[in-house]
Each structure stands twice: as structure tokens, then as C-alpha cells.
């Protein structure tokens, strides 16, 4: 069932595997309202695109990161933990979107305050399913703070 009132909501997507993150783009374009999706290929750009540093200053600051874990440079614990000390980032939701069904690795990311874990599924379709599913929890039934005001 769709959510009530869907939103436009900007994501940011943390994801090293084109082909995964081929299939969360193409799942968003098809889907009312329009999202925007910002992708990076690794924990640095994550970070570089957060903190508006160089390529990035003139970035929007996303409503809700999609995270995997075992990204380059820093994984997706780095960039979670860094994200949840930092006053201007804590508040964005994060889902950690991992292939990893590890304990440890869900229990780490829960005790860095993620707001959602969930394991990637093999089967296609299912992947497309729950990524629908995410949007639509994010983009409408979801009721999150307002964001401070960047500087």
C-alpha cells in the first residue's frame, strides 16, 4: 500500500556495486513522487558530500542515506559513526543497505545509532520490492525533525 502523502525526499546512496545501485535508481525514477539520488562510490565521497567539502559544496544535504558497509576508504561503519557525532548529521536517518547478514556487523551498526538495518536480498525482484518499500516508508510515512539549518 503506498504511503499517505509521499514526498519528494532526497537520498543519498553509499554504494560500491554499480549493478545495485543501478537497480536502486532505476526503482526510484519509476516511482511517484520523483526522488532525487545522489550515488557515491565510496565512505570518503560519503563524508566529502556531507560535510560539503570539495566536489561537493554546493550539494544539498540528503534527507535519508542508504549506506552499505563494506564500502572503499571508509567503510559504512566509519561514515555512520562519523555522521552520528556529528551535531549537523546525527539528525539524517541512515539505512544501512549491506549484503551482510553478520550480527556483530548489525549489532555495531545499531550501537552507532542507525535507523534501520536491512540485509540486500539475492532474488531480483525482491531487491526492487524492498527498495519500493524504502521509499515509500522514507518519502511518507516516515515523520522526521527538520534538519538544521546548514551555515
Do not use: C
Request: proline content about 8%; hydrophobic content about 40%; glycine content about 2%.
Amino acid at each position: 500500500m503506498p504511503s499517505p502523502h509521499p514526498r519528494p525526499t532526497r537520498f543519498l546512496l553509499a554504494e560500491d556495486d554499480d549493478d545495485h545501485a543501478a537497480l536502486v535508481a532505476r526503482t526510484f525514477a519509476q516511482q511517484e513522487p520523483a526522488h532525487s539520488l545522489v550515488r557515491v562510490k565510496d565512505g570518503e565521497a560519503a563524508m566529502r558530500l556531507l560535510t560539503r567539502q570539495s566536489p561537493y559544496e554546493t550539494a544539498e544535504r540528503p534527507e535519508v542515506v542508504l549506506l552499505d558497509l563494506n564500502l572503499p576508504r571508509l567503510s559504512g561503519h566509519e561514515v555512520l559513526a562519523a555522521m552520528k557525532a556529528d551535531a549537523e548529521l546525527r539528525m539524517i536517518p541512515v539505512v544501512i543497505l549491506t549484503s551482510s547478514a553478520d550480527e556483530g556487523d548489525r549489532t555495531r551498526a545499531y550501537q552507532h545509532y542507525a535507523n534501520s538495518y536491512v540485509v540486500k536480498p539475492l532474488n531480483f525482484e525482491q531487491f526492487r520490492q524492498m527498495v519500493r518499500d524504502l521509499s515509500d516508508y522514507w518519502s511518507g510515512w516516515d515523520a522526521r525533525a527538520a534538519s538544521p539549518s546548514p551555515n
